[in-house]
């Protein structure tokens, strides 16, 4: 089936440690981004990525880092210099993810959520 | 002012009852509007698209006010099932690169 796989379900993490959130794609979607969550607010945009091997910022970029080298893949990572790590992360992707393509929903993987030891 | 805002809620209905709510959102170039279901500690699901003439899904209707900037949902004969936080998602045109802006949802509770 197609679909967005988030791994692994529930993390945590230590005090200076960079944890890493996998997010694969069958969907052969073009773009890819990564949320946060945190209770009783609206998701707020981590990364997002167009086209493989380019990525740009979100609303809340610091402390967070992303790679893109395979257009079915784009890992998080949540590094030490993110302070209040803890929340839930979404990982989702659409067809193309502006322009002519801002009209296309997107669709999430089952989330990680992400706690400190 | 938010860029999307919703009434969090709850709103408590009787299981068979309509129930309507709205959305308001702050760029008037806003494109394409969208209504995600998200049940509680899972990922948000598309529900429906919001389109300009206003569109239906089987019991759900969907709204579009361009003139007073919000989206609207209603929901006929509610379900049990149809409890969940409802998220109203917009997007945000050039300003912001045409990425989604997501406000904090609003939480129905149908009630037997």
């Known amino acids: 089936d197609g679909g967005i796989t988030q791994s692994p379900k529930y993390l945590f993490r230590k005090e200076g440690q960079n944890v890493t959130l996998s997010c694969e794609q069958n969907?052969?979607?073009?773009?890819m981004y990564w949320y946060r969550q945190d209770p009783g607010q609206g998701l707020r945009l981590i990364y997002y990525?167009?086209?493989?091997?380019?990525?740009q910022k979100g609303d809340i970029a610091e402390g967070y880092s992303v790679s893109r080298e395979k257009k079915e893949s784009f890992p998080l990572t949540v590094t030490s210099a993110q302070k209040n790590p803890t929340a839930f992360y979404l990982c989702?992707?659409?067809?193309?993810?502006?322009?002519?393509?801002?009209?296309?929903?997107?669709?999430f993987g089952d989330g990680t959520r992400l706690s400190i030891l | 002012r938010k860029e999307v805002e919703q009434d969090p809620g709850p709103f408590n209905v009787p299981e068979g009852a309509t129930v309507a709510f709205n959305c308001t959102y702050s760029n008037s170039a806003s494109q394409s509007f969208f209504w995600y279901r998200q049940d509680c500690r899972k990922e948000p699901k598309l529900l429906m698209s919001v389109y300009s003439s206003g569109n239906e899904d089987g019991r759900f209707t969907a709204q579009l006010n361009r003139a007073s900037q919000y989206i609207s949902l209603l929901i006929r004969d509610s379900k049990l099932s149809d409890s969940a936080t409802y998220l109203c998602v917009v997007n945000g045109g050039l300003d912001s690169n045409y990425q989604l802006i997501w406000g904090a949802g609003t939480k129905l509770i149908i009630k037997p």
């Open positions: 990525s167009q086209i493989v091997n380019d990525f």
């Open positions: 989702a992707s659409s067809i193309g993810g502006g322009g002519r393509y801002s009209n296309q929903p997107q669709h």
């Open positions: 969907l052969n979607h073009d773009a």
